[in-house]
T-cell receptor, first 114, second 114 residues
Framework: GEKVEQHQSTLSVREGDSAVINCTYTDTASSYFPWYKQEAGKSLHFVIDIRSNVDRKQSQRLTVLLDKKAKRFSLHITATQPEDSAIYFCAASPSNTGYQNFYFGKGTSLTVIP | ETAVFQTPNYHVTQVGNEVSFNCKQTLGHDTMYWYKQDSKKLLKIMFSYNNKQLIVNETVPRRFSPQSSDKAHLNLRIKSVEPEDSAVYLC?????????????FGSGTRLTVL
């Protein structure tokens, strides 16, 4: 089955700097890649996603890049703010399961230092 | 805005007891899930339920069982809890149209087994 690796367990940046979180996946059938944010004591909520028919998607300060050849995708946060501090989870969902299955990375704890 | 509702928020119980957690979604989604998030924040899928079809992660112990009365509800029963069941249990839902659509998570139920 699919295996999603999220290589950084923690990441610290200064307020206003950019943060990049990287993930890799193994299953070539994966074609949907959402990102979720989990703030302290709270549940996961969706922040941005990318489908395999594009290699870049931007939403305000968030950009997701997808490199299908390398089976790698990344979340870029520009002009970071203290409220961006949270655990970020990447996920991959294979099309051959009807997108039923979601495989999550282990999470990256982002700290934005004021 | 919350659309996946979980109760209770917290539950403390003793080894061997039976517990039941409730989940309801008001999004009209066709597929619901239960995930377990451990103390290291690792997310593990336990069950998915779509159109009366239950898909079980084969690593889930048999003391766990999902219960559904309709597509808006998916409850989780644990027959005889053990200390390793202490975790946060997250319910999620997504539309089951077969397309790539994201998961929506509830706020979670934190279980502590003494």
């Amino acid at each position: 089955g699919e295996k999603v690796e999220q290589h950084q367990s923690t990441l610290s940046v200064r307020e206003g700097d950019s943060a990049v979180i990287n993930c890799t996946y193994t299953d070539t059938a994966s074609s949907y890649f959402p990102w979720y944010k989990q703030e302290a004591g709270k549940s996961l909520h969706f922040v941005i996603d990318i489908r395999s028919n594009v290699d870049r998607k931007q939403s305000q300060r968030l950009t997701v890049l997808l490199d299908k050849k390398a089976k790698r995708f990344s979340l870029h946060i520009t002009a970071t703010q203290p409220e961006d501090s949270a655990i970020y989870f990447c996920a991959a969902s294979p099309s051959n399961t009807g997108y039923q299955n979601f495989y999550f990375g282990k999470g990256t704890s982002l700290t934005v230092i004021p | 805005e919350t659309a996946v509702f979980q109760t209770p928020n917290y539950h403390v119980t003793q080894v061997g007891n039976e517990v039941s957690f409730n989940c309801k979604q008001t999004l009209g989604h066709d597929t619901m899930y239960w995930y377990k998030q451990d103390s290291k924040k690792l997310l593990k899928i336990m069950f998915s339920y779509n159109n009366k079809q239950l898909i079980v992660n084969e690593t889930v112990p048999r003391r766990f069982s999902p219960q559904s009365s309709d597509k808006a509800h998916l409850n989780l029963r644990i027959k005889s809890v053990e200390p390793e069941d202490s975790a946060v249990y997250l319910c999620a839902s997504r539309t089951g149209t077969g397309g790539a659509e994201t998961l929506y998570f509830g706020s979670g139920t934190r279980l502590t087994v003494l």
